[in-house]
């Protein structure tokens, strides 16, 4: 697992917790975070969303620097799936 993998589960454990439904970081060429009613873990597993970035678009939506819906409308962050769980998980990363 990377480093940017195993930071990111921490992160998301201190911001989040766990979450009611399913959403799957996909980090591009690094791995991905899993974050549902069982807390955040590294897997790559099915959920009602993923969301993929390139580590440094996700680095900074994590450390605040970077708005998630900003990054969407750019194009530097893409969802696949449930939209409406998208917007609840950036509702908690806020």
Same mark, same amino acid.
């Given at each position: 697992?990377? @480093? %940017?993998? =195993? !930071?990111?589960?921490?992160?998301?454990?201190?911001? %989040?917790?766990?979450? @009611?439904?399913?959403?799957?970081?996909? %980090?591009? @060429?690094?791995?991905?975070?899993?974050?549902?009613?069982?807390?955040?873990?590294?897997?790559?597993? !099915?959920?009602?969303? =993923?969301? =993929?970035? @390139?580590?440094?678009?996700?680095?900074? %939506?994590?450390?605040?620097?970077?708005?998630? =819906?900003?990054?969407?409308?750019?194009?530097?962050?893409?969802?696949?799936?449930?939209?409406?769980?998208?917007?609840?998980?950036?509702?908690?990363?806020?």
């Amino acid at each position: 697992m990377s @480093d %940017i993998v =195993t !930071e990111a589960v921490t992160q998301l454990s201190q911001k %989040i917790g766990t979450f @009611d439904g399913s959403v799957k970081f996909v %980090i591009e @060429d690094e791995g991905a975070v899993m974050v549902d009613q069982d807390g955040v873990r590294a897997s790559d597993e !099915e959920a009602d969303c =993923t969301m =993929t970035a @390139d580590a440094e678009t996700f680095q900074g %939506i994590l450390a605040g620097e970077v708005n998630p =819906t900003a990054a969407f409308m750019s194009g530097r962050l893409k969802v696949d799936g449930d939209m409406g769980v998208a917007m609840k998980l950036g509702g908690a990363l806020s």
